[in-house]
């Protein structure tokens, strides 16, 4: 949801505010936030929706900690859960800054009013919200972050897998989903951290659930970074020993790829430059070339 979204949700909350006030002016007004250390950190539950109450004019949400009194709001039902998830976290002030937004104490108490709202699948409403807030990349980034916070890491988990199904949901496409983990930022470090291997997992997943949209990851790479550069850095990555097993099997794929699209060695030499051919001292462009030129002569296909 945009902010633009979050606003007008602001506006028609205010404006039934006032209704309800014209109409009953024994209705609290809602006060400002209390301050942290005086904010209890649990929130009392909420009123009984029980098949008997469902009727009833006027529902109350106790924000213990948003508010010193109770919110009570005519119809609060017609409410999206995002839009109250996301009127709280503005009143507890989460949204002031993206930096340490998981180290805050107001967080635990949004977290377990959002759980309060929907019991049987509060990760997805909480990161409907966030993303809404600071977008796909900074949430990747504000959940790792958190998963090294005391009393986090199992929410941040839950808020990780929630966001990756939100983007099977989205047919977010691979590529996407690659620029959001920020693998995109220099080639010779994509198989850096936990990062690229989540991205893997998540090709598999969209493949599984989208077929008619399948890619690979070797296709997927190389649009993103190009065939040379990402040829070179596969190169460069057979050198180290915590790399060399999947640099070797990319490399392979790339071999394969354009085999399959017919690229004679000649062409893999002039798109990886002059010195590929040049035998008496080896670089990483001569070493892909004369690789090449060894697979596409034996006439090798893998089948990926």
Do not use: C
């Not at 904010?39 to 010193?68: F, M």
């Not at 796909?136 to 790792?144: A, G, H, I, N, T």
């Amino acid at each position: 949801m945009h902010f633009s979204h979050v606003i007008a949700l602001v506006v028609v909350l205010l404006a039934t505010l006032a209704t309800v006030t014209a109409a009953n002016s024994k209705l609290s007004r809602v006060r400002s936030i209390a301050d942290d250390h005086k904010i209890t950190p649990t929130i009392r539950s909420l009123r009984d929706e029980s098949p008997q109450d469902e009727d009833s004019e006027e529902k109350t949400i106790n924000l213990s900690g948003l508010t010193s009194k109770a919110l009570k709001i005519d119809n609060i039902d017609s409410l999206k859960l995002e839009a109250k998830s996301g009127v709280a976290f503005n009143l507890l002030k989460l949204d002031d800054t993206i930096d340490n937004v998981f180290q805050k104490h107001n967080m635990k108490i949004w977290i377990n009013y959002v759980k309060s709202l929907h019991q049987k699948n509060p990760e997805a409403v909480m990161i409907s919200t966030l993303v809404a807030k600071y977008g796909d990349e900074d949430v990747v980034r504000m959940l790792e972050a958190a998963k090294k916070i005391d009393g986090m890491e199992e929410i941040s988990t839950k808020l990780q897998s929630a966001q990756m199904t939100s983007w099977l949901n989205k047919q977010t496409s691979p590529e996407d989903v690659f620029y959001f983990l920020a693998l995109d930022y220099r080639v010779e470090n994509i198989f850096e951290g936990k990062n690229y291997d989540t991205w893997v997992s998540y090709l598999r997943l969209f493949n599984h659930q989208y077929p008619e949209q399948q890619t690979t990851t070797i296709k997927t790479l190389s649009t993103i970074y190009g065939d040379k550069d990402l040829s070179i850095a596969l190169e460069k990555a057979k050198n180290s020993p915590t790399t060399v097993k999947l640099a070797t099997e990319l490399q392979i794929k790339q071999f394969n790829l354009w085999s399959l699209e017919g690229a004679p060695p000649a062409k893999i030499g002039e798109m990886l430059g002059g010195t590929a051919k040049t035998a008496d001292r080896m670089t990483s462009e001569s070493e892909i070339y004369y690789g090449y030129k060894k697979f596409y002569n034996l006439g090798h296909l893998v089948l990926f």
